[in-house]
């Protein structure tokens, strides 16, 4: 009697079978990784081509962050120091310091320094720090003790879980908004934390969005 199937049929099982092995592999690889700090790029701490100490700057002479970050208030962008907002003190101070040649060159030429980007969304993504900012959400939340750090790395995951997860508890962030600066204030508790919390997002109207559309625009 004839086969009923071409031959090839006998091994398609199989096939199927190593087929649906390679697929659930690559997911749980490509799952993996979507969860390490490579991807997330926790850790990453470029070098810059000017040494800029936050510690120094920012503990030990108490510059604001919104001297250097000057639109973080009104704009979607904390915006990068211009060379002119460096010059403003550095006409006057170690402004013949071998480490600042870069900054005065710069200023020389009009020319930008290259300063390497650390925070980096991707283009699909939009993100408003007046917003956050506006609303009580410290600079502490997304860019860790920055204050402290005497190279910037990169603190947070800043994945979209990540964000969701603060959009759907803001209440975990927001702070006193006289704070919002001090990178050195926390709550008393977690608890109190929790408390205050609510209340200033019940007080404000925090409602932030956790459909797509608030970030994929």
Known sequence: MANIFPTWTKWLPLKLV????????????????????????????????????????????????????????????????????????????????????I??????TGESIPWVKIHKAPDYVYFNHAIHVNSGVSCYSCH??????????????????WCLECHRHPEGNVRPKDQ??????????????????QKFVKEWNINPPVNCAACHR
């Open 18 to 101: 190593i087929a649906m092995l390679c697929l659930g592999t690559m997911t749980a690889v490509a799952v993996t990784y979507y969860f390490t700090p490579k991807y997330t790029r926790v850790g990453y701490q470029p070098i810059q081509p000017v040494s800029f100490d936050h510690s120094l700057h920012v503990n030990q002479l108490g510059i604001d962050c919104r001297y250097c970050h000057q639109s973080v208030e009104v704009s979607g962008t904390s915006s990068v120091p211009s060379t002119q907002t460096c010059m403003t003190c550095h006409t006057q101070i170690k402004k013949q310091s071998p480490k600042l040649e």
């Open 103 to 108: 900054v005065r060159s710069s200023w020389a």
């Open 144 to 161: 860790g003790q920055i204050n402290q750090m005497e190279v910037v790395w990169h603190d947070q995951p800043q994945s979209m879980g």
């Open 180 to 197: 919002v600066y001090n990178m050195d204030w926390r709550a008393e508790s977690p608890s109190v934390q929790r408390k205050e919390g």
